[in-house]
């Protein structure tokens, strides 16, 4: 009997704590997972240079306000280095070890590990280009560039007037 009471609680755990997504999330999630494979092909087809400033462009077909690209590098001497964003171009270029925010350290740390071990979602919050940066709910799907030394990602805001990060 106490087996099956923790097997619940955890059950009702997992289903309470991972966002419950409504048909518009579900969507989003396509989307954003399909944006960062396409960013990868990109970026094989174009080449790292091309790509880079194609990811950083706002006004680009990577660019599409609330979904975007970013990429950082995850590998040697310019690890934690944003090499292409969209709406934060202060950060490219820069050690964003040399940025004094704790949870942004510990989000690259976690997309970091995501990538290296080859992909998948991550859950954080980040400023909202679309909503005069007002931080909301994101859950972000990264994936590693084959034969380089960074990886792409992009996320989506949450349904906001149901879900919060637990």
Same mark, same amino acid.
């Given at each position: 009997?106490?087996?099956?009471i923790?097997n619940?609680?955890?059950?009702?755990?997992i289903?309470t704590?991972?966002?419950?997504?409504d048909?518009?999330?579900l969507?989003h999630?396509?989307q954003?997972?399909?944006?960062?494979?396409?960013?990868v092909?990109h970026?094989?087809?174009?080449? +790292?240079?091309?790509?880079?400033?194609?990811?950083?462009?706002p006004?680009g077909?990577?660019?599409r306000g609330?979904?975007y690209?970013?990429?950082?590098?995850?590998?040697?001497?310019?690890?934690?280095?944003?090499?292409?964003h969209?709406y934060?171009?202060d950060f490219?270029?820069?050690?964003m070890?040399?940025?004094? +925010?704790h949870?942004f350290h510990?989000?690259?740390?976690?997309?970091?590990?995501?990538?290296?071990?080859?992909?998948?979602?991550?859950?954080?919050?980040?400023?909202?280009?679309?909503k005069?940066?007002?931080?909301?709910?994101?859950? $972000?799907?990264?994936?590693?560039?084959p034969?380089?030394?960074?990886?792409v $990602?992009?996320?989506y805001?949450?349904?906001?007037?149901t879900k919060?990060?637990?």
């Open positions: 009997m106490k087996k099956l923790i619940l609680m955890i059950l009702f755990f289903s704590s991972v966002f419950a997504l048909a518009i999330d969507e999630k396509q954003t997972e399909a944006l960062v494979k396409d960013a092909s970026v094989l087809k174009v080449g +790292r240079e091309q790509a880079l400033k194609d990811f950083s462009d006004k077909t990577f660019s609330w979904l690209i970013y990429a950082y590098n995850f590998k040697g001497k310019q690890d934690n280095y944003c090499v292409a969209p934060k171009h490219i270029g820069k050690n070890d040399d940025i004094n +925010r949870a510990e989000l690259l740390t976690i997309m970091k590990m995501v990538a290296k071990n080859g992909g998948g979602w991550v859950d954080y919050y980040w400023e909202n280009p679309d005069n940066n007002e931080v909301g709910a994101k859950m $972000g799907y990264v994936l590693p560039v034969g380089e030394d960074f990886y $990602g992009s996320g805001y949450l349904n906001t007037k919060t990060l637990l």
